[in-house]
């Protein structure tokens, strides 16, 4: 099993970090979008502000230690970036305009567990259903399909918000509200925003390999942001024909597009790549619910949303789903590291009797 050697008190201040500030991304992004901001534009601009950001960095820490970049591996970091980032961030984006954000949050939590599903497809991952931590994996599986349904089929009592002074509550906020009301439309957003998550998760188990054959996490990350920028600019191009709506004026639309281009596409991407290289996605999947909690908490002050009945249970679906997922990976790890210190204290037995025969012969002789 590989090792990840980390300081303890670093890695939980990098996931709480990374975790708030994604919480944060999705307030900024959500209001932006509730006040008409373009998403393809959006998506752009982003991503042109994360790649005028990364570029010096990558410039000088990655030019002199990094391996050279060979036409497949750019061709590969370019397909990487098509699914993983353009394709997810844009679907994604359009779901967040259909639903909460603290239910976007909640569907995040299912990351995990479909790159644990794909990594079984691949078979880099077991799931052995007569054993205790398949039949955990197998629940945690189903624990989250069904908090997916829940929240997408069930509503239920809403629980208003205690906060009544919204920071960034306005008219064209609630109008967005009561057409986010449409049923379909609700749907609509939690399939839209599952999928994305789908190939989130795909990118992040494919990343793996992708970072043992090119190791640099900054040039790795930059590459992929500048492809993601150029794939974004012609998706843009292709879905928003008035080009009024790319002008972005001074307003929560310009701060959602220099805070995830920033924050997101630029610092963010490198702490994720850095925490799974040395901790493993198990540590970094395990804070996933902070998300939610730092979601709720903010949505709540700065937008005023009402979180309903079905997203709490929802929410906890996910999340019990994810942990029981989680729960079965370390008891497989447990059970194969016993199995392997047996097989270990087995060899060396046989060797010590081995030693004992030929000292007896060599007596004899």
Known sequence: MPQYPMSNTTAYFLVVLIRFLYAIAQIVSKAAFNQGVSIPVFVFYRHLIGSIFLSPFA?????KRSPQLSYK???KLFV????GLSASINIFSLGLSYISAASSSAICNMLPVMAFILAVIFRMESLK???LHGVLKASGIMLC??????????????LDSINHHHLL????????????SSKMRWILGIFLTTLSIFLCALWTVLMGPMMEEYPSKILTITFQCIFTMIQSFFIALALERDFSRWKLDFDIGLLAVVYSGIVLSGITYYLLAWVIQKKGPVFLAMSMPLTLIFTIMLSSIILGE??????VIGGILMIGGLYNVLWGKRIEETVEKDTIKEENLDKEANLEEKDKKLQTENNHM
């Open 129 to 131: 259903m007569k054993r």
């Open 80 to 83: 990487h970036a098509l699914y």
């Open 73 to 75: 591996i750019a061709f």
């Open 306 to 311: 009402a979180i309903t009945l079905g997203s």
């Open 169 to 180: 509550h306005n008219k064209k906020t609630i109008t967005t509200h009561a057409a986010n």
């Open 145 to 158: 399909i069904s908090g997916v349904i829940i929240l997408a089929f069930y509503k239920g009592t809403v």
């Open 59 to 63: 410039f000088v820490l990655g030019r």
